[in-house]
Every structure is written in structure tokens, then in C-alpha cells.
T-cell receptor, first 110, second 116 residues
Framework: GNSVTQMEGPVTLSEEAFLTINCTYT??????LFWYVQYPGEGLQLLLK?????DKGSNKGFEATYRKETTSFHLEKGSVQVSDSAVYFC?????????FGSGTKLNVKP | EAGVAQSPRYKIIEKRQSVAFWCNPI?????LYWYQQILGQGPKLLIQ????????DSQLPKDRFSAERLKGVDSTLKIQPAKLEDSAVYLC??????????????FGPGTRLTVL
């Protein structure tokens, strides 16, 4: 079957720290992988995506690489800001069906 | 390009009452999704439409929830009667409906439902 597992939060970092949020998946075939972000009180926004193995998605200083050999899509950012505080969801799309992880809350302190 | 529109943004009802939510997807998007997001959890798919046909409603509590997408554009989700455990954010999303695995979902702002 298809599923997504992400690291549990909350993750608390100081401003300018390095961020990694782990995401691994199980899927048949060749899924697309996504990171969505949800700011307080808002809906989910697409942060980045990758559609095939070894692709790197990037946006707003965040990046993630589609690793088929380790079935992973870890989210990274070199220097987080207070404004990055949000909940981050890893997701996969396979045969036009979407599967979301449970979300990881990130708190960035000044 | 206008995003996914949802209304209302907030709704408070008492248990056993009825409630309806509306969603207007991005123009040209064939696929529409309704999700339920309980506080602290990821979105749970309730129903997925491709144009005006249902693709997946396996997790929709059909004894109380219903949804329709007349004319393949906007959609309504109804709960009748509501229970306390229905308190959640109801998210609507749409996508082009591309074949294969390359589709991307775009989400509306959600409707926060509180059942008292």
C-alpha cells in the first residue's frame, strides 16, 4: 500500500539553525512527493515537490531530494527564520490519490 | 489565478444540527477533494471527485455525511446530523486531474467547524 511517515514534533529551533524534518514513504510504482506547509489559521500551501527519483524540489530556501533507494524525502533548510514556524506535511501522490503524513510542527525562537 | 474558495470560514453548531460547506475549485481543475483535519492530525480524505463523478468515498461516513459536485465545478459537503467528534477543519482541494502521479493539489483556506 501507500503511506507516509514523518518525524514527530514539535521541533524547536533557534533562528538561523539548520532544519531537517524526516519523511519516509511506502508506495507501489513511481509516486510524486510533496511538502506542504500550514501556517497558523491557514490552509495547506504547496512548499515544494519532486516527481521522479533524484529530483530535488526547492522553494523559499527549503529543499528536499527524492531518494528512491532509501524511500525518503527529507526536508532541509540551512537557516530557519521565525516566520518559518508552521506545521509541515509530507505527502505522496500515486495514481491520482494523495496520502499525507501526520505533520511536524516547527517552532522557531528568536 | 484565483485559488480554491471555501465558505463559510467558521461555523459553530449544536450537536444533531445540520451544516453545509461550499467549495469552488480553481478554474479548469477536474479533480476536487474534501478532507477532514482534526486538530493535531494530518488531513484525512473524505471524498474525491473527478469532474462530477465520485472516485473515492471509502472514508466518508455515509450515514451522516454527503457531498455532491453538480456540473463538475463547485461542490458542497453536508453533515446531518452533526456529532461532537465532527469538530474539525474541513479542507477542499483541487487539482488538474492529470493521469499518473504528477498531479498537484491546491488547498482552500478551510472551514473550521465547532460542534457543541
Amino acid at each position: 500500500g501507500n503511506s507516509v511517515t514523518q518525524m514527530e514534533g514539535p521541533v524547536t529551533l533557534s533562528e538561523e539553525a539548520f532544519l531537517t524534518i524526516n519523511c519516509t514513504y511506502t508506495a507501489t510504482g513511481y509516486p510524486s512527493l510533496f511538502w506542504y506547509v500550514q501556517y497558523p489559521g491557514e490552509g495547506l500551501q504547496l512548499l515544494l515537490k519532486a516527481t521522479k527519483a533524484d529530483d530535488k524540489g526547492s522553494n523559499k530556501g527549503f529543499e528536499a531530494t527524492y531518494r528512491k533507494e532509501t524511500t525518503s524525502f527529507h526536508l532541509e533548510k540551512g537557516s530557519v527564520q521565525v516566520s518559518d514556524s508552521a506545521v509541515y506535511f509530507c505527502a505522496l501522490s500515486n495514481f491520482n490519490k494523495f496520502y499525507f503524513g501526520s505533520g511536524t510542527k516547527l517552532n522557531v525562537k528568536p | 489565478e484565483a485559488g480554491v474558495a471555501q465558505s463559510p470560514r467558521y461555523k459553530i453548531i449544536e450537536k444533531r444540527q445540520s451544516v453545509a460547506f461550499w467549495c469552488n475549485p480553481i478554474s479548469g481543475h477536474a479533480t476536487l477533494y474534501w478532507y477532514q483535519q482534526i486538530l493535531g492530525q494530518g488531513p484525512k480524505l473524505l471524498i474525491q471527485f473527478q469532474n462530477n463523478g465520485v472516485v473515492d468515498d471509502s472514508q466518508l461516513p455515509k450515514d451522516r455525511f454527503s457531498a455532491e459536485r453538480l456540473k463538475g465545478v463547485d461542490s458542497t459537503l453536508k453533515i446531518q446530523p452533526a456529532k461532537l467528534e465532527d469538530s474539525a477543519v474541513y479542507l477542499c482541494a483541487s487539482s488538474l486531474g492529470l493521469a499518473g502521479a504528477t498531479d498537484t493539489q491546491y488547498f482552500g483556506p478551510g472551514t473550521r467547524l465547532t460542534v457543541l
